[in-house]
């Protein structure tokens, strides 16, 4: 059975990165079948798709034009883990911050989620 | 990307159907068969009880049933419980190969 287990700060402060950690247990980061993805959630922007990697071959990236040039999803091949970065937060970015696995059409399972606070 | 349009708040009575609908554009959910449905209790991450637009995963409930008509997309909770409380998204795959969501529905079982 996959299990996700995110770890990271809850509280960061803005103009700063925020940086989220998803530990994979049941599968691959490499996995030929599967992307690895982040999708956030909050009162004002409801789930919101951040972004994904997935090897092919080689690796990719995908990330939602609302966040692209803050965000940077990193695959970690040793730890099997995959880790979000986005910089210049602002307390817009305050929300609940879940990893998740895709297959084509879906995603699970999911992460257990971390609230991220942005403030000063 | 806008997000995909569902109903704030639906409810029914135990033993009754409910059907939530999802509204997108020709560029999400009239484009590919992916719409998929999610389930999230308060607290909790959400879970996939719907993908490709009609598909049930192993050890979900037949009460739900997935469909799609051009650009909208629906799900039909059959037999309504008091467990289905919860708030229920749908989402999309768009021609950005990028993913997008509901607003969310609450369904309430009175």
């Known amino acids: 059975q996959v299990q996700l287990q995110q770890s990271g700060p809850g509280l960061v402060k803005p103009s700063q990165t925020l940086s989220l950690t998803c530990a994979i247990s049941?599968?691959?980061?490499?996995?030929?079948?599967?992307?690895w993805n982040w999708i956030r959630q909050s009162p004002s922007r409801g789930l919101e798709w951040l972004g994904r990697?997935?090897?092919?071959?080689?690796?990719?990236?995908d990330y939602a034009r609302s966040v692209k040039g803050r965000v940077a999803i990193i695959p970690d091949t040793s730890k099997n883990q995959f880790s979000l970065q986005l910089t210049s937060v602002t307390p817009e970015d305050t929300a609940v911050y879940y990893c998740?696995?895709?297959?084509?059409?879906?995603?699970?399972?999911w992460g257990q989620g971390s609230l991220v606070t942005v403030s000063s | 990307q806008s997000a995909l349009t569902q109903p704030a708040a639906v409810s029914g009575a135990p033993g009754q159907s409910i059907t939530i609908s999802c509204t997108g554009t020709?560029?999400?959910?009239?484009?590919?068969?992916?719409v998929s449905w999610y389930r999230q209790h308060p607290g909790k991450a959400p879970n996939v009880i719907i993908y490709?637009?009609?598909k049930r995963p192993s050890g979900v409930s037949d009460r739900f049933s997935g469909s799609k008509s051009g650009n909208t997309a629906s799900l039909t909770i059959s037999g309504l419980q008091a467990e289905d409380e919860a708030d229920y998204f749908c989402?999309?795959?768009?021609?950005?190969?990028?993913?997008?969501f509901g607003g969310g529905t609450k369904v309430t079982v009175l």
């Open positions: 998740s696995r895709g297959a084509v059409g879906w995603f699970d399972p």
């Open positions: 049941g599968d691959s980061v490499s996995s030929d079948r599967h992307a």
């Open positions: 990697t997935y090897y092919r071959s080689k690796w990719f990236y």
């Open positions: 020709s560029s999400d959910v009239g484009s590919y068969n992916l």
């Open positions: 490709e637009d009609i």
């Open positions: 989402c999309s795959h768009t021609r950005s190969d990028t993913w997008v």
